[in-house]
């Protein structure tokens, strides 16, 4: 039996990416190619005998995309889904929001019903777990990943600097005087790529630049059920630790780190209930610089990693993919903005 022709083997033999194969035989309307390319795909298809894609889920006519975001509880991911979508409406495009909870399946579930589906893209505000599914629909899906870039993956990138933002923190608190500090992270933190990736930032940054001192790593242990339940689980995480810590073993720690601001605000709570003075008595830093980070009663000194302006790059890119303009359809997009450290009062002198 004759083997069926696919977007596949028309994409290997026109050189062109199967998503903008499918959209110049699907005859939209709202993209534009070049008389020259169109004559290509279509004479390649008559002469291969391409009958037809695969039947899809027809819901979203390629104006719809996907944010996939592993929380929305934490700030971070809810301004950037905003961002997104404010982005999205002012080229007349819509979004869906899915959350992961860090959960490869519920991500890999996801992604298969969207590749067989008419979404227009997707934007992922953290590295993908699904790499293998990610490998086989990238080419017919355009896909953007706001994340510290892989070379591996074949996808666009909106690079984020995580490892330099914690180089930022280190390097903050060795020129305050401080020898002993302590970072607080979720546990598991390991597995989430950017929380990794700041973490040796920090680490190398701090050995780098205060060898005669200490850092100690803080966790506890949560299951990803009490992650998505829980509102308040990192900033609680953040406070619990801290509680622990200025039991047991504050005489020497004299800066704390949270691993994302979240967890920052927890150790300030912390902090406020056993009437410790911030900065005099430790000084505290985030990184994400969300919106609360510079509210007068909480002014923590942050990272920013202006995640709206990342957002906004991010839909740019799907979006000219989406419709083929500027010719970007086969081309890997790699955009970055460099992180700040956003210096307030929650940091001070040893």
Not at 72 to 89: E, F, R, T
Not at 180 to 185: Q, V
Not at 226 to 232: F, I, P, Q, T
Request: hydrophobic share 40%.
């Amino acid at each position: 039996m004759k083997q069926k022709i696919t977007l596949a083997d028309l994409s290997r033999k026109t050189g062109l990416s199967q998503a903008t194969i499918s959209m110049i035989l699907a005859r939209r309307t709202d993209v534009s190619f070049s008389e020259e390319t169109i004559r290509l795909v279509r004479e390649t298809a008559a002469e291969m005998g391409y009958t037809g894609v695969s039947r899809r889920v027809t819901l979203f006519s390629r104006r719809t995309i996907m944010v996939v975001c592993p929380f929305l509880l934490n700030n971070y991911y809810s301004a950037v889904v905003q961002a997104v979508q404010i982005a999205a409406s002012q080229s007349h495009c819509n979004i869906l929001v899915h959350t992961t909870y860090n959960d490869a399946e519920l991500e890999g579930r996801i992604l298969k019903v969207m590749a067989e589906s008419d979404i227009g893209g997707i934007i992922f505000t953290m590295m993908p777990q699904s790499r293998n599914i990610l490998d086989k629909i990238a080419s017919a899906l355009p896909i953007v990943v706001i994340s510290d870039r892989e070379e591996c993956l074949p996808v666009d990138f909106v690079e984020l600097h995580n490892y330099k933002a914690g180089s930022l923190v280190a390097a903050h608190l060795a020129q305050l005087g401080h020898k002993n500090i302590a970072c607080i992270a979720t546990p598991g933190f390991e597995a989430i790529h950017a929380r990794k990736i700041r973490y040796e930032g920090l680490k190398n940054t701090w050995a780098e630049v205060c060898p005669d001192g200490a850092l100690s790593l803080l966790t506890n242990f949560v299951n990803p059920a009490m992650m998505r339940d829980n509102v308040r689980m990192e900033r609680y995480l953040g406070q619990q630790i801290t509680q622990e810590l200025l039991k047991n073993r504050f005489s020497d720690i004299t800066a704390l780190v949270g691993l994302n601001d979240m967890i920052a605000y927890g150790i300030l709570d912390a902090m406020n209930e056993a009437g410790k003075k911030i900065p005099l008595d430790f000084s505290v830093c985030g990184c994400d610089n969300d919106f609360p980070s510079d509210l007068a009663g909480v002014s923590l000194t942050s990272v920013e990693h202006f995640m709206v302006k990342n957002a906004h790059l991010a839909f740019q890119i799907l979006h000219s993919k989406m419709t083929g303009r500027d010719g970007t359809q086969n081309a890997l997009i790699r955009m970055d903005i460099q992180p700040e450290l956003i210096r307030r009062t929650s940091t001070g002198p040893l």
